[in-house]
């Protein structure tokens, strides 16, 4: 069993910067590639970003690629997700996922995550 908490969610106005962070307890966390997964009100949840076991390789949804960072920290049980340049687009609430134990890399599916958090808002003002 992993827990995720996420934090550092918050109203931020367009073009500026939010760095979310998610902590996991419980199993190992190096042991799991991680994603980052978001859901805007009246919409489905979509991919984010993902990153590896290791954090040696990441990837991102189009929507985040040059503005969006995913990182860990094995050592602190945290990852982070560094977003810039955001825009009223990235309102929405974000969430980090845990895949399925065996896998190196993240995923961009949902069905792939075992564990979720509980999500933190992101509100980008115009």
């Known amino acids: 069993q992993v827990q995720l908490a996420e934090s550092g969610g918050g109203l931020v106005q367009a073009g500026g910067s939010l760095r979310l962070s998610c902590a996991a307890s419980g199993r190992t966390f190096s042991g799991f590639a991680m994603g980052w997964f978001r859901q805007a009100p009246g919409k489905e949840r979509e991919f984010v970003a993902a990153?590896?076991?290791?954090?040696?390789?990441?990837y991102y949804a189009d929507s985040g690629k040059g503005r969006f960072t995913v990182s860990r920290d094995n050592g602190k049980n945290t990852i982070y997700l560094r977003m810039n340049s955001l825009k009223p687009g990235d309102t929405a609430v974000y969430y980090c996922?845990?895949?399925?134990?065996?896998?190196?890399?993240?995923?961009?599916?949902?069905?792939?995550?075992?564990?979720w958090g509980q999500g933190t808002q992101v509100t980008v003002s115009s």
């Open positions: 990153i590896s076991r290791s954090g040696d390789s990441s």
């Open positions: 996922a845990a895949r399925s134990s065996g896998y190196n890399s993240g995923s961009s599916f949902m069905d792939d995550y075992e564990y």
